[in-house]
């Protein structure tokens, strides 16, 4: 079945630096990626959809200048966190495939600590 | 925002079969039902999905009402590790085939 792949697991970085997440589809091509965000307790909020070859579309109320996303080929999208703050440590989850009705499928997550 | 309601939590016995609930009663023509679940710190992980007929695999049962403004994810011998969050979405059609994740209900699976 489809795989879609996540690196790094975990992350703990200082508040201030940025931190760069992947995102790989390894058996399929996806031209859009989704990136979640859940904190503990809660639900997964969709932050950003990723175009490959174009510019994200971020959902309201999420900063793109802060999440970065880039979508350079079929198969990577990564998520960049700059100027990482304590209060963005958060479970960063990515999704790929789902062409027609056939089902998304998400990575494993990334676990991001900023102290 | 999601256009499912599903309960907060429900129990189950181990070896029994777990039917989860969930309404969607603005669900559109075109729009199908999608089930995933999520156990704790991992990734949501697919289980089925459906337009109005029933579907079955081999992880579960979809069972949808004539009327398509609810449905019920069957598992039907529910084993401790099928203890997760499990999420009802419907796919909304216009909107690039993503997903809104509602809160989900938390099924405890019990020995």
């Known amino acids: 079945g489809a795989v879609v792949s996540q690196h790094p697991s975990r992350v703990i970085c200082k508040s201030g630096t940025s931190v760069k997440i992947e995102c790989r589809s390894l058996d399929f091509q996806a031209t859009t990626m989704f990136w979640y965000r859940q904190f503990p307790k809660q639900s997964l909020m969709l932050m950003a959809t990723s175009n490959e070859g174009s510019k994200a579309t971020y959902e309201q109320g999420v900063e793109k200048d802060k999440f970065l996303i880039n979508h350079a080929s079929l198969t990577l999208s990564t998520l960049t966190v700059t100027s990482a703050h304590p209060e963005d440590s958060s479970f960063y989850i990515c999704?790929?495939?789902?062409?027609?009705?056939?089902?998304?499928?998400f990575g494993n997550g990334t676990r991001l600590t900023v102290t | 925002d999601a256009k499912t309601t599903q309960p907060p939590s429900m129990d189950c016995a181990e070896g029994r079969a777990a039917n989860l609930p969930c309404n969607h009663s603005t669900i559109s023509g075109n729009e199908y039902v999608y089930w995933y679940r999520q156990i704790h710190s991992q990734g949501p992980q697919y289980i089925i999905h459906?337009?109005?007929n029933n579907e079955t695999n081999e992880m579960a049962s979809l069972i949808i009402t004539e009327d398509r403004k609810s449905s019920t994810l069957i598992l039907p011998h529910a084993t401790l590790r099928d203890t997760a969050v499990y999420y009802c979405i419907v796919r909304v059609e216009n909107q690039g085939g993503k997903l809104i994740f509602g809160q989900g209900t938390e099924l405890s699976v019990k020995p």
């Open positions: 999704s790929a495939g789902g062409t027609g009705h056939s089902p998304l499928h």
């Open positions: 459906g337009l109005k």
